[in-house]
């Protein structure tokens, strides 16, 4: 009975039931009718802005800054481009569509799926590089297949414009796409991956100025990859244009000059390291790389046994030969040997066992003939005295054996040896006899092109060295030129004093090398009315010895140089070349001459000091023949004419009295032989024109 009345009381009202059941009722409906209103009514609408809904980072890249020369004349530009990108964010099997992307590109299929493998780990937002530079019909296929291909995406941008056939392309360098290897370097820590970078020369050293920064455009973009709409544009910040120290006319002279002979020339003004002038050879077209290079002319870059891609300028390490000389008459005559030193040369010196031979039996040689001569016997008694020691000190102090801080990258120290350099390579003691080679510039020692101008150029100058540059240092940020100081060690700027009559005897001895005079190196190569010295040095490749068991060929010939100075003292252009396998230095010595002309006229022309023709032109004799109308008629009343013949000197100035020579004149037949004796001051340069007449 009790279980009864408990279970009576704990039912639920109906009221409050029913009050449960509708409201559970309506919000069903409720929900029901939301459904229908998202799924059924709104459908298509939300399906609209769903699908322009999806935004997407467009890449602006930044123009590259512009390259001039000193006089502010462009030499590198750019030019307008388009780019092709593949976005991932399409929602579909990018890999099928590689084969048509390939063909339609005419891109390498293989090369394509190595470029996508290399941005595996990129996220997909981001846009990845497949072509560069497309052309019109490229660009075409885009289009036609936007349905098709989706994640092909074109960007407008700016490519680099180098000059023709190579023109100071070691020197400026060349751009490509930044490579794994780069990437994880800490330099490029802020770049990714597709970013173009410099490569070699100032596009590298100073990529960081000349870059810019990239800007973006923020835009609306369908299912299909069409912009339907624009949201917002972060504008790219061009590059820094620079002006470098280098002068297009004597580049270009200097190329011309050096024309495909394997070596180099560095024209530098030695009051402040300005580079005028850098030329390597053999070359290559930076245009190729401002793309993307073809491989297999890649493969014939890297594989070229003459090293196009290297710069000899500062790369190339060779022995001097008798450059090295003039560093030598500086150690002797600073510490009071050379001038007291008189030598016979009778061919050559061999205290030591070896016999050293010299070109020539000079005879008597002092320190004033010694440098004309070039005089090797001279040199090994002058190093014998001083001492590998004393030599080796003299030349680290004048910068042989380091760097010289020019403002490019991957520069070479070269080598002085020392017998402290010896035993700790090579683990073994100094011989006296390898002294005598060191004096003539050979055995170990090394140098750049570079180095060589800056010695040279400084002991010239009095003893005061600088650091060669080729971007004018005024137009950088000072935190980017400290910075830049200190990733580039070198000599730099140095002064090594010079007693002033031992600069005299050098400087006069430089200046002789180039007089005509019996034995003088370069005595053929006299520039008349220029104050022009130099020294020439022929550095062998092999020994005499291993000269003899072979054919002799190009390859075997010795490496040739020229330093020229002009003026002989305090010089404002300095001037080395190198030839590899040249043979003979007085063709180094010649190479050497044609720029320093180039030069000094330039400068004349500027100041409007032009020197004046020497001589005239000797006049030319010429002979003439015309026809003039005579006045008396035949019996039958036709005009007859009357036949001339002479001859007459003609100079510059025309045709004058030059030499004071009456003409000869013959006549026709029934002609008075009569001639105009003004034809000896001023004869008309044609006959005069008549009308036809009819000869006697």
């Not at 099997?93 to 470029?115: C, F, K, M, W, Y």
């Not at 030069?599 to 006049?619: C, D, F, G, I």
Request: charged share 25%; glycine share 10%; hydrophobic share 35%.
């Amino acid at each position: 009975m009790n279980f009864d009345k408990v279970t009576r009381g704990e039912k639920v009202p109906t009221l409050k039931l029913a009050v449960v059941q509708y409201g559970v009722l309506a919000l069903i409906l409720a929900l029901t009718a939301g459904l229908w209103r998202l799924q059924i009514l709104g459908a298509q609408n939300f399906k609209m802005l769903a699908e322009q809904n999806r935004i997407r980072k467009v890449p602006i890249l930044a123009p590259r800054g512009k390259l001039f020369d000193r006089e502010n004349r462009l030499i590198v530009d750019n030019y307008p481009s388009v780019s092709c990108f593949l976005v991932r964010e399409q929602n579909r099997n990018v890999e099928a569509d590689l084969p048509l992307i390939a063909r339609g590109l005419h891109l390498d299929l293989d090369q394509l799926r190595t470029t996508l493998h290399r941005y595996r780990l990129v996220p997909g937002y981001q846009p990845i590089p497949i072509k560069e530079d497309v052309s019109a019909d490229e660009q075409a296929f885009i289009e036609a297949h936007r349905n098709e291909l989706p994640e092909l995406e074109t960007i407008e941008g700016e490519r680099r414009l180098y000059p023709r056939d190579g023109f100071a392309a070691h020197l400026i360098g060349y751009v490509g796409e930044v490579s794994e290897e780069d990437l994880n370097q800490t330099r490029y820590a802020a770049y990714e991956p597709g970013d173009v970078v410099g490569k070699a020369g100032v596009e590298e050293e100073y990529d960081q100025l000349l870059r810019g920064q990239n800007g973006s455009r923020d835009v609306i973009v369908d299912s299909h990859g069409r912009e339907v709409g624009f949201l917002g544009i972060q504008h790219a910040i061009p590059g820094q244009d620079l002006k470098l120290t280098i002068d297009n006319d004597l580049q270009k002279a200097a190329e011309l000059t050096l024309g495909d002979r394997n070596g180099a020339i560095v024209a530098m003004d030695p009051r402040n390291g300005d580079i005028l002038a850098m030329v390597s050879r053999p070359s290559f077209d930076p245009n190729a790389f401002a793309v993307k290079i073809d491989r297999a002319e890649w493969n014939k870059l890297i594989t070229d046994p003459d090293h196009p891609l290297m710069n000899k300028s500062i790369q190339a390490q060779l022995a001097p030969g008798s450059t090295f000389k003039i560093l030598m008459s500086v150690a002797g005559l600073q510490e009071g040997i050379a001038q007291n030193l008189k030598v016979n040369c009778t061919g050559g010196w061999g205290p030591y066992g070896f016999y050293h031979h010299c070109d020539e039996k000079h005879g008597a040689v002092d320190i004033h003939n010694a440098i004309p001569y070039s005089c090797d016997t001279y040199y090994y008694q002058l190093g014998d005295k001083l001492g590998i020691e004393r030599i080796a000190k003299y030349a680290t102090e004048f910068g042989f054996g380091q760097k010289t801080g020019i403002d490019l990258p991957s520069e070479q120290e070269g080598l002085m040896p020392s017998p402290h350099w010896l035993m700790k390579d090579y683990h073994r003691r100094w011989y006296p006899d390898e002294t005598l080679d060191v004096s003539i510039g050979q055995g170990a020692v090394e140098v750049t092109p570079l180095q060589l101008a800056r010695i040279i150029g400084g002991i010239a100058s009095g003893g005061h060295l600088v650091r060669p540059r080729v971007v004018e240092p005024d137009q950088l940020p000072a935190e980017f030129r400290r910075d830049l100081l200190e990733t580039l060690p070198g000599s730099g700027d140095v002064d090594i004093p010079i007693d002033p009559e031992n600069w005299v005897t050098i400087t006069d001895g430089m200046a002789e090398v180039t007089q005509p005079g019996l034995y003088h190196t370069a005595g053929g190569e006299h520039l008349e009315g220029i104050d022009f010295g130099g020294k020439t040095g022929t550095a062998q490749v092999m020994s005499h010895e291993a000269l003899e068991k072979t054919s002799k060929g190009k390859s075997t010939n010795p490496n040739v140089w020229f330093v020229g100075i002009t003026p002989r003292r305090n010089p404002e252009l300095v001037v080395a070349v190198l030839w590899q396998n040249g043979n003979k230095s007085w063709f180094a010595a010649r190479i050497g001459a044609r720029v320093v002309s180039a030069y000094v006229e330039k400068q004349r022309r500027l100041a409007h000091n032009l020197l004046t023709t020497k001589t005239a032109a000797p006049p030319v004799e010429v002979g003439a023949v015309w026809t003039t109308p005579n006045p008396s008629q035949n019996g039958k009343g036709e005009t007859t004419a009357k036949l001339h013949a002479g001859k007459f000197f003609v100079g510059p100035n025309g045709i004058g009295p030059q030499p004071q020579r009456k003409p000869q004149i013959a006549s026709a037949q029934n002609a008075r032989s009569v001639g105009p004796e003004s034809a000896r001051l001023a004869a008309p340069a044609l006959p005069p024109k008549a009308e036809p007449v009819k000869s006697q």
